[in-house]
């Protein structure tokens, strides 16, 4: 990787480091932190930088408060959990600029921490204002962005104020989700098969085409697989279908048969007469009878996906491969989860309802990379430049 890196800012000590950071965290009513994944995750950049007695300067966005202050997206909650979590003090600062601001920084010692206030309660942040992403970077010396998960949203505290430090690095959260991402656009060791579900082709088109270029098999499974069974002239009885965007399935065959490529597809399903978990399910294979619609993949496309799983060196995996969320369509998703789970190959899983269908059934410790940034990841994976990433010292 070609951009500075955390351990590559030599002289910390005692220096002020803005961490761009994903503290965008759930927090219910009681102002109650519920999940810490994230906080976690963030850990390694902050222990690595207070051990080496740098002054901390925490900023976050949380929330959609649309450029407005608004209690219920404040960062205050955040203090107390990430106390407990680091085992030292941790100060807040309600503002990011002006004096409250500056005493606060001021105060800090050397090996200290403090949170600022959400950054999107200024409207200048999504906007990518300079002015104000100038002033962000005064606060501090050095620039560490560990926030993969809005790395491609050119705000002005992932990209703008990247201008105004002499170094820029990435944390050490950033550095493993490029370590594992990169590779997989451009390069992945082969065999690489890459696993696509969700519902609609449009959303993951793009995605599909670029797989395909750099991975020896994709398999297809969830809502959109019934578009290309469609295609291929397959019944679908009331089966979700992107009527509009047919045209990409079929230009995706067509890539796939000029590459050589396979593209698997689902040969048998598990149908409901609704789109509901409180009606009786029925496993059809080939074309799916009129009045019943596909809701996940069955048995033996399951066996079919294990089959093509198995030797391979590398998985991508994102999307779920049936309605997961209802308890009678888990089996195609959970089963392809612990496939990877008990694979020998480099499992990437990226993207928010496979990264969920995981951690529902508690196989994240199995999986040798979880991204934490859903549409970043997918951003890299199609190819497209991350500004947040893009603005790092490059080296
Ligand atoms: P995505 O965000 O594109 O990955 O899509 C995830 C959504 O796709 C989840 O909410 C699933 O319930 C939905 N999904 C998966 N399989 C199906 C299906 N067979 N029919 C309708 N929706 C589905």
């Given amino acids: 990787m070609s951009k500075l890196t955390i351990e590559q800012l030599t002289d910390i000590e005692n220096k002020k480091i ?12 009681q102002k109650q932190v519920t999940d810490t994944t994230r906080l976690k995750a963030a850990l390694p950049t902050i222990r690595y930088l207070l051990k080496r007695k740098a002054k901390v300067i925490l900023l976050s966005h949380f929330g959609r408060p649309k450029g407005q202050p608004n209690d219920k997206y404040s960062l205050k909650p955040v203090v107390s959990v990430l106390e407990e979590l680091l085992g030292q003090e941790v100060s807040f600062s309600p503002t990011l600029l002006g004096s409250v601001a500056e005493v606060a920084i001021a105060n800090l010692k050397p090996g200290g921490c403090i949170l600022m206030e959400n950054v999107r309660f200024y409207p200048q942040e999504t906007d990518n204002e300079q002015q104000f992403a100038k002033e962000l970077a005064a ?19 992932t990209e703008g104020v990247t201008h105004y430090f002499t170094k820029s690095a990435c944390g050490f959260l950033m550095k493993k989700e490029l370590e594992y991402l990169l590779p997989l656009a451009t390069s992945p060791e082969p065999p690489f098969v890459a696993i696509v579900g969700g519902a609609k082709v449009k959303d993951k088109i793009q995605l599909l085409s670029k797989l395909l270029d750099v991975a020896n098999a994709l398999l297809i499974g969830g809502g959109m697989a019934y578009s290309f069974l469609h295609v291929q002239g397959y019944k679908i009885g009331n089966s979700i279908l992107d009527a509009d965007n047919l045209h990409l399935c079929e230009e995706l065959f067509a890539k796939a048969k000029s590459q050589n490529k396979k593209i698997y597809l689902p040969i048998d399903h598990v149908v409901a007469t609704s789109f509901s978990n409180d009606v009786p399910t029925q496993i059809v294979e080939g074309d799916i009878p009129d009045g019943s619609l596909g809701m996940d993949i069955g048995p033996k496309t399951i066996a079919l996906y294990q089959q093509a799983l198995a030797n391979v060196k590398t998985v991508f995996w994102n999307g779920p491969m049936g309605v997961f969320e209802m308890s009678n369509f888990q089996k195609g998703t959970f089963s392809i989860g612990e496939t990877l789970a008990q694979s020998n190959a480099k499992t990437v899983v990226g993207g928010g309802d496979s990264v969920n269908a995981i951690n529902q059934a508690g196989l994240g410790d199995k999986i040798s990379h979880i991204s934490t940034g859903g549409g970043a990841s997918l951003e890299l994976l199609q190819g497209n430049k991350l500004p947040g990433i893009e603005a790092l010292t490059e080296v």
């Fill in 18 to 29: 803005l961490l761009r950071v994903d503290f965008n965290v759930p927090i219910n009513d």
């Fill in 139 to 157: 606060l501090a010396d050095y620039y560490v962005n560990d926030a993969f998960g809005t790395a491609h949203r050119a705000h002005a505290s």
